[in-house]
């Protein structure tokens, strides 16, 4: 089958999500899989999409597939609001997305914080002796922050945005804020100039 006919297009992405959807399976639970082929679908679909699937396709641990899927989520939220999306428009060394609008055109780096730690349970009795570890943001704050600077240089000197997925259940939004906080102190100071062309952070929280 020729691969430059519709025909042979649709076979090729039909092909590509079957084959991602049999790695999600395999490396993710039933339920935490079970909503994944209708996006896997609709990233197809987008320019350069496939390399996405393909990414997916070769993960080989859990963890190398939530990196994939917050690139998903932003890239079809983009599609939401109304945006056209291309993937990996630079190639795979550079933003992980282009989006325009009304004739704007922004490059999109997305970045996502790994779960480190559980939120912890613990009885009221208990949480005397939790405060001290639960009462200090710095640390959260200045990983968040350094996770914000080593990502701005991928974004090059075309303007464009920051969007951080967060999977960390004690790194939560007011750390993000803070931490972007920081970078435009930072950038008025003059010391940041990787960021100069930064537009806009995205910091959601799962």
Not at 124 to 145: I, N, W
Not at 167 to 176: C, N, P, T, V
Request: charged share 30%; proline share 5%.
């Amino acid at each position: 089958m020729r691969l430059d006919t519709e025909e042979g297009v649709c076979a090729v992405k039909e092909s590509s999500v079957a084959k991602a959807c049999d790695t999600v399976e395999r490396l993710l639970t039933a339920k935490e899989a079970e909503l994944w082929p209708a996006r896997l679908d609709a990233i197809a679909d987008l320019s350069n999409g496939l390399r996405i699937v393909s990414r997916v396709i070769r993960a080989r641990e859990p963890e190398d597939l939530r990196d994939c899927f917050a690139e998903v989520l932003y890239a079809l939220t983009f599609v939401g609001l109304g945006f056209l999306v291309d993937v990996e428009p630079l190639g795979e060394k550079g933003p992980d997305l282009a989006v325009e609008r009304n004739g704007q055109n922004l490059l999109v780096e997305v970045s996502r914080l790994r779960l480190k730690r559980k939120m912890p349970t613990f009885t009221p009795e208990e949480l005397p002796d939790m405060l001290p570890c639960l009462g200090d943001p710095l640390p959260d704050v200045r990983r968040a922050y350094q996770k914000i600077c080593n990502k701005v240089s991928q974004l090059g000197s075309e303007e464009g945005i920051l969007a951080i997925w967060n999977d960390d259940e004690i790194l939560d939004k007011a750390h993000g804020k803070t931490a972007a906080h920081w970078v435009r102190g930072e950038l008025r100071a003059g010391r940041l100039k990787a960021a100069e062309q930064l537009q806009l952070i995205l910091f959601h929280t799962n």
